[in-house]
């Protein structure tokens, strides 16, 4: 079973920035396509950025595009989330997820392996 810890987090400003990781562990990194999902109080859990096993292919929800930056270093079993430019309305607890395969998505029922979340909180 694969494990999964994100770190990161924290307290920023609005339009401050954060790098988010995620260390994956008990499993062979290359094989899986990586996601970053969030989820804000009282919402549900949404989409944020997809990629796939060898980083050439990424895909992003629409709030986040242009803002946020997803990519992976499989020598470190590492993916990271870098955003830029942060809103209050990014204020969440952020999870990263795994999936073993080819295809990227943005299904939340297609990632089976979660990690725990690290909060990121963004004051105006």
């Known amino acids: 079973q694969v494990q999964l810890v994100e770190s990161g987090g924290g307290l920023v400003q609005a339009g401050g920035s954060l790098r988010l990781s995620c260390t994956a562990s008990r499993c062979t990194f290359s094989d899986y396509v990586m996601g970053w999902f969030r989820q804000a109080p009282g919402k549900e859990r949404e989409f944020v950025a997809a990629i796939s096993r060898n980083g050439a292919a990424t895909i992003y929800a629409d709030s986040v595009k242009g803002r946020f930056t997803i990519s992976r270093d499989n020598a470190k079993n590492t993916v990271y989330l870098q955003m830029n430019t942060l809103k209050p309305e990014d204020t969440a607890l952020y999870y990263c997820?795994?999936?073993?395969?080819?295809?990227?998505?943005?299904?939340?029922?297609?990632?089976?392996?979660w990690g725990q979340g690290t909060q990121v909180t963004v004051s105006s």
């Open positions: 997820a795994a999936r073993q395969g080819p295809a990227i998505r943005n299904a939340e029922n297609y990632f089976p392996s």
